[in-house]
């Protein structure tokens, strides 16, 4: 169905302007794909360096030929067995579509249908390919709301559409099927259990130094105000918080529920998650309260690694990383 708010926000991609939209793992700040004016404002709103490349968001599987080229017969089953949905795909770009404004220079593209209504609404009103970052400035906290991007860009976007909470909360999982094997480059919304399922074999996160250079594979991303400190469990929590607060830190806590009752005074809780689902759609926002309420540190218990938990303990090592 297509609202005044998505005709609006076509026309002013189509215009060349910015669009925040939202998908099911994070906001994103949407920009004609095919316009290298549109992608210059956007590497610039965003702050980000010229050689990171942009994904590209499509509105049908089918696109998939278009902007891509020599697919592979993984990247196929992955796209057919996962779009809509958390799931980027790396191929080698179709040269006449895909520009190095896109790229930042590379022989390949990133390409996911997002799996939310008011994303794709967008994208079929569009009628071509979104290029989207997260919504938030380089190196910050991804937005899972439309606060979060009216706090971080302002101005500098010219539409907003605003589609709730994101019900993932974490970015997508990217598999880069541009070489002979496939490969993940982050974890995200779709676990590894199910691309396994898809692929009929395991498959195994590329080790850092390993594969292309990307800013979600910086080890400092995602990094809030606060200092963040990951801790294994509550009892290594509580012990931390004790020392920094004597200390006078102003201190946080993150951690799966059930929450250890003898919690220090003082001690901030700032969320208790029930699961590793709900864990990954709350990350972002607990991270940024603890910038809202000035704290110095935040103490971080992950989730089991299982599932989506791996994607919740990457993001959140990255968060405390130097
Ligand atoms: O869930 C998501 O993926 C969100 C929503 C908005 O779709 N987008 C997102 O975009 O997280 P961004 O730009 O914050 O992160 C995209 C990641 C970057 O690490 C980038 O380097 C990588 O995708 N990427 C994009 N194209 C690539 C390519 N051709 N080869 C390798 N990595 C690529
Ligand atoms: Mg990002």
Redesign the pocket.
Known sequence: MTTAAVARAARVLHAGGLVAFP?E????LGADASSTVALARLYAVKRRPVD????V?LGDPDQLDAWGRDISDDARLLAVSCWPG?L?I?VRRNERRVSDAV?GG?D???L?V?DQPLALDLLREFDGGIA???ANRFGHVSPTTAAHVRADLADDVDAILDGGPCAVGV??T?V?CSGDRARV??Q?GITLARLAGVLGREIHEAGDGEG?D????LAAHYRPRARVVVVGHSEAAIAAAEDLLVGGARTGLLAPAPLPADLPSGLEIVGAPADAEEYARVLYRCLREADDRALDVLIAVPPAPGGIGAAVGDRLRRAAAN
């Open positions: 998908t793992t994070v906001y994103g990171h490349p942009v994904i968001h958390p980027t790396v790229t590379r390949t593209v990133g996911r997002p989207a970052p997260s970015e997508s990217i880069d480059l982050r995200g292309p990307a800013p979600g594979r």
